[in-house]
């Protein structure tokens, strides 16, 4: 008999964006479309494209295109970007201006408050 192992799971309280449409640009790249914010560790974090053309994104502050990209997106494709903390993002449309949808599921709690600190600050912060 096959044994299923289940994961545990807690309840995390998260505010989920409100989806739209977020039109892309095929002159300029966008910097950090749909609302994303790269101080934020998402516990969900989805960018669809759901136009008709191609989307290329870049992982970091450069300006994307079609030759510099990490991850292209065809028609209909997704991509999960709950992984990526700490960095902006870029995308641009390959011909016409290209549309996405981001869905962003953020923490309740600000992901800028440190953990407890023992009483000789080991790990270098500054209790007040």
Known sequence: MA???????????????????????????AENPGGWSANVDYQLALMQNIGSTNLYLLYGTDDASTTNFHTKLTPGTQVDLTDVVGTAINVISETSAG????????????????????????????NP
Not at 3 to 29: A, E, F, M, R, Y
Not at 101 to 118: E, G, I, K, M, N
């Open 3 to 29: 044994i299923v192992k289940t994961l545990l799971s807690h309840g995390t309280n998260v505010s989920i964006n409100d989806p739209s449409n977020v039109s892309i640009s095929n002159s300029s790249s």
């Open 99 to 126: 549309t996405a949808v981001f869905t962003l599921a953020s923490p309740d709690t600000s992901v800028t408050a440190y953990p407890a600190q023992p009483a000789n600050n080991i790990n270098g912060y500054n």
